[in-house]
Nanobody, 128 residues
């Protein structure tokens, strides 16, 4: 049974940093692309970043480009999201998901149909 578990969220002041982690078990981790998504209250889930199975190619949403970095450690079955210079508008529940293939779609890397296993999320709150 596949399990996806996020951790590392919390309360931070604007300008601060957090690193989220996501551990996936029950699957061959390095067969799959992995993605980070977020959802704020009353808003749709949006893609934050995607990385291919090897970690050599990544996609980052414009809203977080230059501030957030995705990475993965296939030996540890773990995905990371380093978040710097956090803003109040980054406040959301952050979710990790496994891709349906080893690659992020170049045309639509954050299309939810390209991800099929999701964690329960970790809350990130940025105070002003």
């Amino acid at each position: 049974q596949v399990q996806v578990v996020e951790s590392g969220g919390g309360l931070v002041q604007a300008g601060g940093s957090l690193r989220l982690s996501c551990t996936a078990s029950g699957l061959t981790f390095d067969n799959y692309a992995m993605g980070w998504f977020r959802q704020a209250p009353g808003k749709e889930r949006e893609g934050v970043s995607c990385t291919t199975w090897s970690g050599t190619s990544t996609y980052v949403a414009a809203s977080v480009k230059g501030r957030f970095t995705i990475s993965r450690d296939n030996a540890k079955n773990t995905l990371y999201l380093q978040m710097n210079t956090l803003k109040p508008e980054d406040t959301a529940m952050y979710y990790c998901a496994t891709g349906v293939s080893g690659y992020c779609s170049g045309d639509s890397p954050f299309d939810l149909r390209h991800f099929n296993r999701w964690g329960q999320g970790t809350q990130v709150t940025v105070s002003s």
